[in-house]
């Protein structure tokens, strides 16, 4: 069973603090790696992806992936209120399959 | 002009109705996906289409049948539909088979009561 595991919070975090959002994963195999954004009753929306170890950065997002480990991870930079929504991790196992396997998400809040 | 568009929006239904939900993309998509988010945010993908050719089926019921009349469109339709069926049902499109790049719909709620 390949499976995606994140601590479901609530994640508080201080206005202007890095977040950072943790995912493991129990596939060895697993290639791609992504990380999506859901606000309180919207669709998810991709916000990141990484498919080799090391950091990836876009703006005030960082995701980090450790392959050896089977840890995937998100910091947010900066943190503002408007960052507050439900994070979902997704893996895949192969390139060209494109059947994500999903965690059930970290809901972060920053307060004000 | 939405890229992804589901509806209803919501969907409230007795026990043992037979109930559709309609999704169209106007992306150009070529491939289509139903996936089922439970109450604990878990989203977990049901059905994929290809130029609408069928290409996963996750173990669901044999009461919920897509079928895509066009690439553009995908539609699930369930029969006698119980309370574990409550939940949200997202549509879905990646530019093509193999594209992990997700464009979701906005979701139906469905309600079984």
């Known amino acids: 069973q390949k499976e995606v595991e994140q601590n479901s919070g609530p994640l508080s975090v201080p206005e202007g603090a890095i977040a950072s959002l943790n995912c493991t994963y129990s596939?060895?195999?697993?290639?791609?790696f992504f990380w999506y954004r859901q606000y309180s009753g919207k669709s998810p929306e991709l916000i990141m992806s990484i498919y080799s170890n090391g950091d990836k950065e876009d703006g005030r997002f960082t995701a980090q992936l450790n392959k050896a480990s089977q840890y995937v991870s998100l910091l947010i930079r900066d943190s503002q209120p408007s960052d507050s929504a439900t994070y979902l991790c997704a893996v895949n196992h192969n390139f060209g399959n494109e059947k994500l396997t999903f965690g059930t998400g970290t809901r972060l809040t920053i307060i004000p | 002009d939405t890229a992804v568009s589901q509806t209803p929006k919501y969907l409230v239904t007795q026990m043992g109705n037979d109930k559709s939900i309609k999704c169209e993309q106007n992306?150009?998509?070529?491939?289509m996906y139903w996936y089922k988010q439970d109450s604990k945010k878990f989203l977990k993908i049901m059905f994929s289409?290809?130029?609408?050719?069928?290409?996963i089926n996750e173990t669901v019921p044999n009461r919920f049948s897509p079928k895509s009349p066009d690439k553009a469109h995908l539609n699930l339709h369930i029969n006698s539909l119980e309370l574990g069926d409550s939940a949200v049902y997202f549509c879905a499109s990646s530019l093509r088979q193999g594209d992990e790049k997700l464009f979701f719909g906005s979701g139906t709620q469905l309600s079984v009561l």
């Open positions: 289409y290809n130029n609408k050719e069928l290409i």
């Open positions: 596939d060895r195999g697993s290639q791609s």
């Open positions: 992306l150009g998509h070529d491939t």
